[in-house]
């Protein structure tokens, strides 16, 4: 079974720019997690989707946004880009129970310049 | 946001030592899971937890649910040199409004000398 897919990898914005990361979970997942990845932070929670609806989000501010697909896709977008977005994005996917294992994406590094 | 408290921040041991790391929680975990992350890639599974007091192994590695549901250890047995990495232990919470989120500790960086 193929695992969860992160595209792009690497991405360099400017300040100001909006970004599109996308996320192909396990096939048979429904569930999609997003997380920012940072130093001084460490992981933390973004939103999740099931069957494209939002269920959760975590207490990032409103120019973080997702949605999923009818495949189970996801995108994740962040618009006005700040120096401070810089992070790992890394996804996980599950079958969507509340304590279900979550698989985890190679990420995407995001450089905001 | 909350995290898990993980310990300790990073070891340094020789090759065919054990390892032990633990995460401790003021919150109730109904599922702990321990991954091991390299240097820009995402955490891999390593091995789930999901009942208190379960004892779980996978090859040279060893976790344990606490019983009270708010600790788990990991144990790394004969370490090698390819151990070398980040392990972050993290949680799942079946109330309210967690779908999808779980709870990370600061992570465990180990160092494995030849």
């Known amino acids: 079974k193929a695992g969860v897919t992160q595209t792009p990898r690497y991405l360099i914005k400017t300040r100001g720019q909006q970004v599109t990361l996308s996320c192909s979970p396990i096939?048979?997942?429904?569930?999609v997690s997003w997380y920012q990845q940072t130093p001084g932070q460490g992981l933390q929670f973004l939103f999740e989707?099931?069957?494209?609806?939002?269920?959760n989000k975590g207490n990032f501010p409103g120019r973080f946004s997702g949605r999923q697909f009818s495949n189970s896709r996801s995108e994740m977008n962040v618009s006005t880009l700040e120096l401070g977005d810089s992070a790992l994005y890394l996804c996980a996917s599950s079958y969507g129970g509340r304590t279900d294992t979550q698989y985890f994406g190679p990420g995407t590094r995001l450089t905001v310049l | 946001g909350q995290q898990l408290n993980q310990s300790p921040q990073s070891m340094f041991i020789q090759e065919g030592e054990d390892v032990s790391m633990n995460c401790t929680s003021s919150?109730?975990?109904?599922?702990w899971l321990w991954y091991k992350q390299d240097p820009g890639e995402g955490p891999v599974l390593l091995i789930a937890?999901?009942?208190?007091?379960e004892l779980t192994s996978n090859g040279r590695l060893t976790a344990q649910f606490g019983i009270t549901r708010k600790d788990s250890f990991l144990n790394i047995s004969a370490s090698i040199p390819s151990d070398v990495g980040i392990y972050f232990c993290?949680?799942?919470?079946?109330?309210?409004?967690?779908?999808?989120?779980?709870?990370f500790g600061q992570g465990t960086i180990l160092t494995v000398h030849p």
């Open positions: 919150s109730i975990f109904n599922t």
């Open positions: 096939s048979g997942h429904r569930s």
């Open positions: 993290a949680g799942l919470n079946a109330g309210g409004t967690s779908y999808g989120k779980l709870t």
């Open positions: 937890l999901y009942k208190a007091g």
């Open positions: 989707y099931f069957s494209e609806t939002q269920r």
